[in-house]
C-alpha cells in the first residue's frame, strides 16, 4: 500500500507543479528587451498553446493509465485473479467483420490510396484498437463513479486574437454577442459541410450569433482562389451567399467550371462581374484574407474562431459548435 501511495504521490505531484503558460511569462529576453507571450506573433502564440494543450492531454493519460493499472491490480487481487485474465475480461473486444472492414475502406477510400486487400490487415487493426480505447473510456467511467477518481488540472487558455472581420461578407446580427469567423476552401470537402452546419447554427441561435466568411485558398490547384475572387465580385453586387452555396453545390465541377459561369447562373451582371474580376483591388483582397490566416497560425480548412479564440474540435462539427458557441454565450453574459 505504501508502494501506491508513494507512486500516487508522485504522479499528482507532476500535475500540480505550477505551469504558467506563454501568455504569462517572458518567454524571451533579446537586446535588453523582455518578450511575453502575449507580445508574439499571433501564429506563435497559436503555436505555444497547442503544445500546452497537447502536454495538459498527455499528463492527463499518464495518470489515467496509472489509476487504470492500479484498479486492476487492486481488483485481481481482491478477486483472487491473474491480472492478465482480468484485463482481458474487462477490455476484451470483437474482431471486426469483412463486411465492417469494406464498410470503413468505402467510406474513406478517398483517403486510402491502396487496394482494400492490401489495407484490409491495417483497418482491422485500427477498428480493433479504437473499440479497445471505447472500452478502456467506459471502464474509466466506472472508476470514477465507482471510487471517485477525479484530477485537478487546469487547461491552458487560449490566446484571444483580433480576427479582421471589416469589409467581409457576414450573416446574422452585427451586434451579436459571439461572432463565429470561419476560414476556408471552396475545394475543401469539409468546408462544404462546414457550410450546412453554419446555416444550421444561425437558425439555432438566430439574433444570439453572427458568422463572418474569410477565404483561405490553400488548394495547390489555384482554382479556389479564383473561386474566392469571383465570390468577392458577387459580394459587389450583393449576391456573396448565393455564389457561395452554388459554388459549394457545385464543388466537384470547380475544375471544369469556370467562375464566371457561376455567375451567370446566378444573373449577375456580367458586364460589372467581368471588370470586378480583372481588377487588382480583388485580387488583393483574397490574399489579404490568405495572409491573415497565415498571421494567425492557420494550417487547414474550415478553420473557426469564436470571439477571437481559434476553435480545436474532434468529433461531430455541428455539435462542437453549438457547445463552443453556448460557452460563449455564457461568458459574454
Known amino acids: 500500500m505504501a508502494r501506491y501511495t508513494h507512486a500516487l504521490a508522485l504522479v499528482l505531484g507532476f500535475l500540480c507543479v505550477s505551469t504558467v503558460s506563454a501568455e504569462q511569462s517572458t518567454v524571451i529576453r533579446y537586446d535588453g528587451h523582455e518578450y511575453q507571450g502575449s507580445n508574439l506573433p499571433a501564429a506563435l502564440r497559436q503555436k505555444f498553446y497547442e503544445l500546452e494543450l497537447e502536454t495538459s492531454k498527455q499528463k492527463q493519460q499518464i495518470v489515467d493509465q496509472y489509476i487504470l493499472n492500479r484498479y486492476l491490480q487492486d481488483r485481481a487481487k481482491a478477486e483472487s485473479k491473474d491480472i492478465r485474465v482480468l484485463q482481458q475480461e474487462l ?4 474482431t471486426p467483420s469483412d463486411e465492417e472492414l469494406k464498410q470503413f475502406y468505402d467510406a474513406n477510400k478517398a483517403r486510402i490510396p491502396a487496394p482494400f486487400e492490401q489495407v484490409k490487415a491495417q483497418i482491422s487493426e485500427f477498428l480493433r484498437s479504437q473499440r479497445v480505447a471505447l472500452k478502456q473510456g467506459q471502464l474509466m467511467k466506472q472508476i ?46 469539409h468546408c462544404k459541410k462546414a457550410g450546412k452546419v453554419v446555416n444550421n447554427l444561425l437558425k439555432k441561435f438566430g439574433d444570439q450569433l453572427q458568422v463572418v466568411y474569410r477565404d483561405f485558398p490553400i488548394n495547390s490547384s489555384g482554382i479556389s482562389r ?11 453586387q450583393g449576391r456573396f451567399w448565393d455564389f457561395h452555396d452554388l459554388a459549394f453545390e457545385r464543388q466537384s465541377y470547380l475544375k471544369a467550371v469556370k467562375s464566371s459561369m457561376l455567375a ?14 480583372a481588377e487588382q483591388e480583388t485580387k488583393a483582397k483574397v490574399t489579404a484574407s490568405l495572409e491573415e490566416g497565415n498571421r494567425l497560425g492557420l494550417t487547414g480548412t474550415p478553420t473557426f474562431f469564436i470571439n477571437g479564440r481559434q476553435l480545436h474540435l474532434h468529433g461531430e462539427l455541428e455539435q462542437g459548435l453549438v457547445e463552443a458557441i453556448e460557452e460563449a454565450l455564457k461568458a459574454a453574459s
Open 226 to 236: 479564383k473561386v474566392a475572387e469571383a465570390a468577392v465580385c458577387a459580394d459587389q
Open 91 to 94: 477490455l476484451q473486444v470483437s
Open 264 to 277: 451567370e447562373q446566378l444573373g449577375l451582371d456580367m458586364d460589372k462581374f467581368n471588370a470586378c474580376y
Open 144 to 189: 470514477q463513479e465507482q471510487k471517485g477518481y477525479s484530477v485537478e488540472m487546469t487547461e491552458p487558455s487560449p490566446p484571444v486574437f483580433d480576427v479582421a472581420t471589416a469589409g467581409y461578407p457576414s450573416k446574422g446580427n452585427p451586434k451579436a454577442k459571439v461572432t463565429l469567423v470561419e476560414f476556408a476552401d471552396y475545394q475543401c470537402p
